[in-house]
């Protein structure tokens, strides 16, 4: 066989061997490991992508919850499985905090996991209590530089999403409230609609029902674009914090190593999933979010973003955890 030959049999066959992965898979079910308890936010959107893959990859993708530490027990068990694309992992905001907060991280968001698609943004809206005399962010931050630490602001517990949006807000208009921490949404909610709590950043689609009841006042929306289900609503930055932009959100990503070609066949099919109108509309009204579906280029980009953002936001705010 002369060189040339050689040569383009090695071509033809490197060519088969990095195409087969995507022709091929799957061929066994699929599983999706969501690192949340059932009923949350990441379970709802890990089971609809589950949901759809499975009927688009006739093959069964099976949910798998194991929630624990903020996420990161289920994410990091997703890291060690085999880069052979039948382990999926939700992957959410929590993981892009966390190497800012943990002293102690059995994972690198960056290095360990192949994004895949970052699949919705959860804008949280800041919420008042009514008795507190104000009606926009600026009388918000007034208030708070006129009576330092006098304020208290709810969170779904030390670290998570609410508390480094408000840490966030804190650092960048220079005021000091007090965090109360719970354990989730609905306690924090309940107390802030008593008024044992004044501010909270709460998820927009918690914060729809009780602003339009007038048992909380909606000052802005977290994110950098307003909110669909709320287009009155003006953003953070709109209201007169410059560059503020933040939010919840949800994703998937597979083990580092995980062929390309497979993480663009799953993409693919999450893109096609967030086209669906009915589907789209459920998300912006039922589920609060604002569907993304980008590229795994384009979310490992987001993701570098988000960690640099939060540990900037961590090391501002002294906030670490154990």
Same mark, same amino acid.
């Given at each position: ?91 959410? @905001? #929590?993981?892009?905090? *966390?190497? /800012? ?9 960056? $290095?360990? &996991? =192949? ?83 004044? @501010? #909270?950043?709460?998820? *927009?689609? /918690? ?9 909380? $006042?909606? &000052? =802005? ?102």
């Amino acid at each position: 066989m002369g060189i040339a030959l050689r040569t383009l049999v090695a071509a033809t066959l490197g060519l088969c061997a990095t195409t087969a992965p995507a022709q091929t898979y799957p061929v066994k079910p699929i599983r999706m490991i969501i690192p949340f308890p059932p009923g949350g936010p990441t379970d709802i959107f890990g089971r609809m992508v589950a949901q759809h893959l499975s009927e688009a990859f006739k093959q069964q993708v099976i949910p798998d919850n194991r929630p624990g530490a903020g996420g990161n027990i289920g994410v990091e068990l997703a890291t060690k499985a085999p880069a052979d694309g039948y382990t999926l992992t939700g992957f959410t @905001v #929590a993981q892009t905090i *966390a190497p /800012g907060i943990y002293k102690k991280l059995g994972f690198d968001p960056r $290095r360990d &996991l =192949a994004p895949i698609s970052l699949v919705a943004l959860v804008p949280s809206v800041l919420m008042v209590h009514p008795a507190l005399p104000v009606k926009n962010v600026k009388e918000l931050i007034a208030v708070a530089k006129a009576r330092p630490n006098d304020l208290t602001y709810a969170s779904t517990g030390n670290g998570t999403s609410p508390h480094m949006l408000m840490e966030m807000f804190k650092w960048m208009t220079g005021t000091q409230m007090v965090h109360v921490p719970y354990k989730g949404a609905a306690p924090a909610l309940v107390d802030q609609m008593a008024g044992q709590v004044v @501010v #909270a950043f709460n998820s *927009a689609v /918690g914060a729809l029902p009780h602003a339009r009841s007038g048992r909380l $006042r909606a &000052l =802005a929306v977290s994110t950098e674009k307003r909110f669909a289900a709320m287009p009155d609503l003006p953003t953070v930055e709109e209201a007169g914090v410059k560059g503020y932009s933040g939010s919840s959100w949800q994703g998937v990503a597979a083990p580092a190593g995980t062929p390309p070609e497979i993480l663009n066949r799953v993409q693919a099919e999450i893109a096609r999933m967030l086209q669906q109108p009915e589907l789209r509309e459920r998300i912006v009204n039922v589920l609060g979010g604002i569907p993304v579906g980008n590229t795994p280029t384009e979310f490992s980009q987001y993701i570098a973003a988000e960690v640099a953002k939060w540990e900037q936001v961590a090391k501002a705010a002294k906030v670490s955890l154990n």
